[in-house]
T-cell receptor
Framework: DSGVTQTPKHLITATGQRVTLRCSPR?????VYWYQQSLDQGLQFLIQ???????AKGNILERFSAQQFPDLHSELNLSSLELGDSALYFC????????FGSGTRLTVV | GENVEQHPSTLSVQEGDSAVIKCTYS??????FPWYKQELGKRPQLIID?????GEKKDQRIAVTLNKTAKHFSLHITETQPEDSAVYFC?????????????FGKGTKLSVKP
């Protein structure tokens, strides 16, 4: 158990819809990193938040946004969903440690 | 930005043989290199990591080597077992892995045949 909690585990939604994925970091960690894992793109870094502020940005689409709240949990918002957004979405709260959450499997139909 | 290339994409070995997976990175500022094992549908799990001030690190049947000059690092698994079958990812990070994000290779699917 990494101590990182992700909800929901599975999400099925239709194209054009909007969903919110949630991540709670391991106790004591201030960062949340979001990664997308699709079959053709592998594990891609999306965005990092540190203590409520955006710290780094990767290959995150404009349709996607994230925020980190005062209690340090983070939400990843995906809007105008397309079939190609179907993927596993992982968050992690610290690099260098075994802190990937169990992921949210998003299926867009 | 950083780019990590990983080879091979698939690797099949007999039980008991060794397996080697190689990665190269582009950003000379990268100084932290973890390896992850991911079983189907599960989260990536850290199996070993190495920092740029070290050339080699071992943990039982697993070892990682780093060549900073050539900008490549490798994962070595000896005496492979069927339970080693999984997808392995290498990654690179700046900031010593403390606050830098990870850039991943595309993964290697390792199959160990009994």
């Amino acid at each position: 158990d990494s101590g990182v909690t992700q909800t929901p585990k599975h999400l099925i939604t239709a194209t054009g819809q909007r969903v919110t994925l949630r991540c709670s970091p391991r106790s004591g960690d201030l960062s949340v990193y979001w990664y997308q894992q699709s079959l053709d793109q592998g594990l891609q870094f999306l965005i990092q938040y540190y203590n409520g502020e955006e710290r780094a940005k990767g290959n995150i689409l404009e349709r996607f946004s994230a925020q980190q709240f005062p209690d340090l949990h983070s939400e990843l918002n995906l809007s105008s969903l397309e079939l190609g957004d179907s993927a596993l979405y992982f968050c992690a709260s610290s690099v260098g440690w075994d802190t990937f959450g169990s992921g949210t499997r998003l299926t867009v139909v | 930005g950083e780019n990590v290339e990983q080879h091979p994409s698939t690797l099949s070995v007999q039980e008991g043989d060794s397996a080697v997976i190689k990665c190269t990175y582009s950003d000379s500022a990268s100084n932290y290199f973890p390896w992850y094992k991911q079983e189907l549908g599960k989260r990536p799990q850290l199996i070993i990591d190495i920092r740029s001030n070290v050339g080699e690190k071992k943990d039982q049947r697993i070892a990682v080597t780093l060549n900073k000059t050539a900008k490549h690092f490798s994962l070595h698994i000896t005496e492979t077992q069927p339970e080693d079958s999984a997808v392995y990812f290498c990654a690179a990070s700046t900031n010593g892995g403390s606050q830098g994000n990870l850039i991943f290779g595309k993964g290697t699917k390792l199959s160990v045949k009994p």
